[in-house]
T-cell receptor, first 116, second 116 residues
Framework: AQTVTQSQPEMSVQEAETVTLSCTYD???????LFWYKQPPSRQMILVIR??????QNATENRFSVNFQKAAKSFSLKISDSQLGDTAMYFC?????????????FGKGTSLLVTP | GAVVSQHPSWVICKSGTSVKIECRSL??????MFWYRQFPKQSLMLMAT?????????EQGVEKDKFLINHASLTLSTLTVTSAHPEDSSFYIC????????????FGPGTRLLVL
C-alpha cells in the first residue's frame, strides 16, 4: 500500500512571497504519477500540477513548480508570487499505473493561508 | 475543459431514509468513476471504484450494502446511501476518468449530506 505524508498541517505566507509545501510518499511501485490538488473554500478539487515518475524534469505550471526527488520519495510544491486566491487546502496525491483507472491516494493536506 | 457534475449539491434527510447522489460526466465518456468521502478538515478517503457495466469495488471498511453504487452508463454513476444515519453525514465527492486517459481524474463539486 502507498502512503502519502504531508507534515505541515498549516502554513502561512505573505502575498507575493514564495512558499514550499512538502510531501513524501512510500511505494514499491516503479511507475506512478504524483499530483498536487488545491481545494479552496468552495471545496471543488482543482488539479494544480502533475508529475510522471519516469520523467526526471520537474513539472512547472506558471507560478507552481515541483521538486521531485524520486530516490528520496519526495515531492514538494513551490508557489511563487503567492496570491490571495491561493488560500486553500493543498493535497498531495499518488496514483500507480498502468491499469484501469487507479484511484488517487491523498495525503492529509496542508492548509495554506496567504495574507495581504 | 472536462466537467463533472453532482446532484444534489446538498441534501438534508431524516435518519432511516435513503439518499441518491448522481455523478455525471458532461462532455466525455468515463470508463471509471470514483467515490470519495471527506469529513470536515480531513482528507479525501476513497470509498469505491466504479467501472461502467460492472460491480463496484469497495475499499476495506466500506459497507457495500449501505453505499450502493451503480454505473449504468459511461456518463453516469450513482451513490445511494441506504438507511442513512447521522454518522453518514459527510461531504461526498465523485471523480471521473476519461476513456483512454487513465491518469486523469476530473472531480465533481461534491455533495454535502446532513442526516438528522
Amino acid at each position: 500500500a502507498q502512503t502519502v505524508t504531508q507534515s505541515q498541517p498549516e502554513m502561512s505566507v505573505q502575498e507575493a512571497e514564495t512558499v514550499t509545501l512538502s510531501c513524501t510518499y512510500d511505494t514499491s511501485e516503479s511507475n506512478y504519477y504524483l499530483f498536487w490538488y488545491k481545494q479552496p473554500p468552495s471545496r471543488q478539487m482543482i488539479l494544480v500540477i502533475r508529475q510522471e515518475a519516469y520523467k526526471q524534469q520537474n513539472a512547472t505550471e506558471n507560478r507552481f513548480s515541483v521538486n521531485f526527488q524520486k530516490a528520496a520519495k519526495s515531492f514538494s510544491l513551490k508557489i511563487s508570487d503567492s496570491q490571495l486566491g491561493d488560500t486553500a487546502m493543498y493535497f498531495c496525491a499518488f496514483m500507480k499505473f498502468p491499469g484501469l483507472g487507479y484511484a488517487l491516494n491523498f495525503g492529509k493536506g496542508t492548509s495554506l493561508l496567504v495574507t495581504p | 475543459g472536462a466537467v463533472v457534475s453532482q446532484h444534489p449539491s446538498w441534501v438534508i434527510c431524516k435518519s432511516g431514509t435513503s439518499v441518491k447522489i448522481e455523478c455525471r460526466s458532461l462532455d466525455f465518456q468515463a470508463t471509471t468513476m470514483f467515490w470519495y468521502r471527506q469529513f470536515p478538515k480531513q482528507s479525501l478517503m476513497l470509498m469505491a471504484t466504479s467501472n461502467e457495466g460492472s460491480k463496484a469495488t469497495y475499499e476495506q471498511g466500506v459497507e457495500k450494502d449501505k453505499f450502493l453504487i451503480n454505473h449504468a452508463s459511461l456518463t453516469l454513476s450513482t451513490l445511494t446511501v441506504t438507511s442513512a444515519h447521522p454518522e453518514d453525514s459527510s461531504f461526498y465527492i465523485c471523480s471521473a476518468t476519461p476513456s483512454g486517459l487513465q491518469e486523469t481524474q476530473y472531480f465533481g463539486p461534491g455533495t454535502r449530506l446532513l442526516v438528522l
